[in-house]
């Protein structure tokens, strides 16, 4: 089964300054997808950003970008010029694409500061 | 605006009744989740269903826990008897595979 973790469960950063948040996953496929979702105090869970295994290029989305590392099962979030309603839980998430379990990792709780 | 409902969004219950979750997936999406959250244990997978069937719920204390889809607009995840473990917030989520999951608010379960 695969498992996702998340080894840092808080972060903290400056307003305008960049972050990274870790992620690493366990899989014995090769073609699956990758998530990183924020859940704000409002409880909704909004994607950020999604990465195809098969797809060499790291996905962006304006502020946020990932870096994968497919050969060290490794799915980093970076947040560049952080902004105070960045403040969020992040979790990292997986998909085979030879399943439907969509499995997550214990959450990073972000903190930004002005 | 296509979303995830569920209902009810806040619960109370007393040790031992039954508590039954409700949830309404977008109109389409083939595969439909149900999580539940704790500080601890983070969003654990509960069970899943593809088209409606069941694919795997090895995630629920079987005992206690059930989760059906009686047709293509409803899902539900029934625990009985409750227990203050129990005690969380539940989420239903739809999409497709590869894709987005749309979650929905969650519903906040307290067993006293």
């Known amino acids: 089964a695969q498992t996702v973790t998340q080894s840092q469960p808080e972060m903290s950063v400056q307003e305008a300054e960049t972050v990274t948040l870790s992620c690493t996953y366990d899989?014995?496929?090769?073609?699956?997808?990758l998530f990183w979702y924020k859940q704000p105090p409002s409880r909704q869970m909004i994607l950020v950003i999604r990465?195809?295994?098969?797809?060499?290029q790291n996905a962006t989305e304006n502020r946020f970008s990932v870096n994968f590392q497919k050969a060290a099962k490794s799915f980093s979030l970076k947040i560049s010029d952080s902004q105070l309603g960045d403040a969020a839980m992040y979790f990292c998430?997986?998909?085979?694409?030879?399943?439907?379990?969509?499995?997550f990792g214990k959450g990073t709780s972000l903190l930004v500061t002005p | 605006d296509a979303r995830v409902t569920q209902t009810p969004r806040d619960k109370v219950t007393e040790m031992g009744q039954e508590v039954t979750m409700r949830c309404q997936p977008i109109l389409g999406h083939n595969t439909v989740f149900w999580y539940r959250q704790t500080m601890k244990q983070g969003l654990e997978l509960l069970a899943y269903?593809?088209?409606?069937?069941?694919?795997?719920d090895s995630g629920m204390p079987k005992d206690r826990f059930s989760a059906e889809m009686p047709d293509a607009t409803l899902a539900t995840l029934k625990i009985q008897p409750s227990e203050p473990r129990d005690s969380a917030v539940y989420f239903c989520?739809?999409?497709?595979?590869?894709?987005?999951?749309?979650f929905g608010q969650g519903t906040r379960l307290t067993v006293v």
């Open positions: 998430a997986s998909q085979e694409d030879s399943g439907y379990a969509l499995n």
């Open positions: 269903f593809r088209n409606r069937a069941p694919l795997d």
């Open positions: 990465q195809e295994a098969y797809k060499q």
């Open positions: 899989t014995s496929e090769s073609d699956y997808y």
């Open positions: 989520a739809s999409g497709y595979r590869g894709t987005e999951a749309f």
